[in-house]
């Protein structure tokens, strides 16, 4: 089964005041630390959801993600891929947007960019729990509590599609309770909001001082 991450960085973040792709964890923006672990996770592909092409301050652009891309040596790297989602519009917005360029049957690795936690060794935990499991959804869990990213099976990644998920991925992912397979994670960050400077800098993340104008620094 392939299995595509849907790397979510569209939003406009306001509450941080900045875009959360650029803040970074021991020089490492948080966009290159989701790739990084997604990748050596086993992913097939990546989608990086952004959002605008290029222009709008405030939004990770896909001018701003090639030229990173470029910088660190991933810009010919064929199993990324960019699409433009809706920053203005419900978050399933954008993730349709990026499920335009997920093949047919592929399983869906979801990851908002301000989830940055998971490694490589947990997403091979949720590709190894999801095997066969088309109508299945795998979700971390840290002391009983959901944590991202969520893993889903090709049916589920079909029902993003449908009237139902206008409300939003969760009305789809816990639609059937029975289908939902938890595992265990340790890692308290996983369950830790990133929204504001005060959590950015509780959890150990930055601005780095080159990536505010929309250059980012290569890693």
Do not use: C, Y
Request: charge should be neutral; aromatic fraction near 2%; proline fraction near 10%.
């Amino acid at each position: 089964m392939i299995t595509v991450a849907l790397v979510l960085a569209a939003g406009r973040s306001r509450r941080m005041g900045q875009p959360k792709a650029w803040l970074t964890l021991d020089g490492e923006p948080l966009l290159g630390r989701v790739l990084r672990s997604a990748l050596a996770g086993g992913v097939d592909q990546v989608v990086v959801v952004v959002g605008a092409e290029e222009g709008p301050a405030g939004l990770v652009t896909a001018k701003e993600v090639r030229a990173w891309l470029a910088a660190s040596d991933r810009g010919d790297d064929a199993r990324l891929r960019l699409a433009v989602g809706r920053p203005d519009g419900a978050p399933i917005d954008s993730i349709r947007a990026g499920l335009g360029l997920v093949p047919p049957g592929a399983a869906v690795l979801l990851w908002p960019v301000d989830q940055p936690f998971a490694d490589a060794a947990l997403v091979r935990s949720m590709r190894r729990a999801l095997h066969d499991g088309a109508g299945r959804v795998v979700v971390p869990a840290v002391n009983g509590e959901d944590a991202h990213p969520v893993l889903l099976g090709p049916e589920v990644v079909a029902e993003l599609q449908a009237p139902p998920a206008d409300r939003g991925a969760r009305a789809v992912t816990h639609r059937l309770a029975d289908r939902i397979l938890r595992i265990p994670a340790t890692d308290p960050r996983l369950i830790e909001p990133l929204n504001t400077p005060a959590q950015a800098t509780k959890m150990g993340a930055r601005l780095d001082p080159d990536t505010p104008s929309g250059t980012p620094r290569a890693v």
